[in-house]
């Protein structure tokens, strides 16, 4: 599906000059990056289309021999260095002509709004006034606002980012992905969002593991939806068990190349029992800990040194044997070191805790800041 990027033009692409009018060659000063921006969000898809309100255009106040120039030089300007516009949409009225084109009036976009065959999701306005913002908010749209380095009037939204700031975030990498697994026990479907949280649903039919995978999702920080139909009339073991391998895969691809992760994680106490998640390995008394240590070190050998001893067999329609189970096998497909053991209570806080502190470690270990690879191999 095309996507498009509608782009405003005084102030955005070029900056605006004091009387707000470009109306002459030697007022031409592009806004810093915007060259470079364009191009990287060319080869990242995009197609551009100009958007402008140029007040009075071709009256005496704003003749187009003194327009057409400027204008050209512009768009020539722009085209020798590989950004072309699929078309340039240009209002010449007043706001007292009070017409049906000037920005954020939708006259000039018309005939895209009527064309339901691009990517509505993926598109975005971009302009450095409210009206830029507006007008994204009337076609359905997302608007980002340009901040003008150097425009004369320093630019006071704090949300405003720079064409470098823009190229980043539209062409970040996406830590999304979708893992199915279908075999003849079951058939699984897990869906990530590791930079996004609160889009999660779970369908399990085992009612208590679908609310420990929310504390996954809810404490690690991330969406997470789980589709899962197993051969329930057996028992609970294999939808927990591939889960926990389809939830894994899931994650690991979704952390890519794993650049910026912070990899380890922390501790967390609930009711009678607590959960501890250190770094890279547990160095706590067992008897009288309950504690999560993991590392999304990558190593074909992850350990599952599980510690815990439940009183009960079942909570609810889960069987308390499985939690080690289900972590077992998600450490092993994710390529995770994991550690966990918990103190002895009521086997749901045991459990919850357990599940809770896991997300809790994730959201640590999966956290991206900066760009290098946490590991002196420069591998993981
Ligand atoms: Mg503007
Ligand atoms: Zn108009």
């Known amino acids: 599906m095309k996507k498009y990027l509608f782009i405003d033009r005084d102030g955005t692409l070029v900056s605006e000059p004091e009387d707000h009018q470009v109306d002459a060659v030697s007022k031409v000063r592009f806004v810093p990056q915007v060259i470079p921006a364009l191009l990287t969000l060319k080869q990242a898809g995009w197609t551009l289309v100009m958007v402008s309100n140029q007040d009075g255009l071709g009256t005496s106040s704003f003749p187009l021999e003194t327009f057409t120039p400027a204008h050209e030089f512009i768009l020539q300007t722009l085209s020798s260095q590989g950004i072309e516009f699929e078309q340039v949409l240009i209002c010449p009225h007043k706001p007292e002509d009070h017409c049906a084109c000037r920005k954020p009036e939708l006259g000039l976009v018309m005939a895209y709004l009527k064309d339901a065959s691009w990517d509505r999701e993926h598109s975005y306005f971009i302009g450095d006034r409210e009206t830029d913002l507006q007008m994204g908010a009337n076609m359905g749209i997302k608007a980002l606002r340009l901040k003008d380095p150097q425009a004369l009037e320093p630019c006071t939204d704090p949300d405003a980012l720079t064409w470098d700031e823009i190229a980043e975030l539209l062409t970040r990498r996406q830590r999304i992905t979708t893992v199915e697994r279908h ?184 956290a991206v800041s900066g760009s290098e690879l946490p590991s002196s191999k420069g591998a993981l």
């Not at 979704?254 to 994680?265: S, T, V, W």
């Open 183 to 366: 075999t003849k026990e079951t058939q699984i479907k897990v869906s990530v969002n590791l930079d996004e949280s609160g889009h999660n649903a779970f369908n399990t039919g085992i009612g208590f593991f679908d609310h420990m995978l929310d504390q996954i999702a809810v404490h690690g920080g991330f969406s997470l939806t789980v589709e899962a139909h197993g051969d329930l009339e057996v028992d609970a073991h294999h939808t927990i068990e591939d889960t926990g391998i389809v939830l894994g895969q899931a994650l690991k691809e979704a952390l890519l190349d794993k650049r910026g992760i912070g990899r380890f994680g922390f501790a967390l106490p609930m009711d009678e029992v607590y959960a501890l998640v250190f770094a890279d390995s547990v160095n706590e008394d067992p008897a009288d800990k309950t504690a999560v240590a993991l590392d999304i070190s990558g190593r074909p050998y992850s350990v599952l040194n599980f510690k815990g001893r439940f009183t009960e067999s079942m909570v609810g329609d889960f069987p308390t044997q499985m939690t080690e189970h289900f972590f077992a096998s998600l450490a092993v497909s994710m390529g995770l070191t994991l550690h966990m053991q918990v103190t002895e209570g009521n086997c749901h806080h045991q459990i919850e805790a357990l599940f809770k502190a896991f997300g809790r470690a994730l959201r640590r270990a999966i």
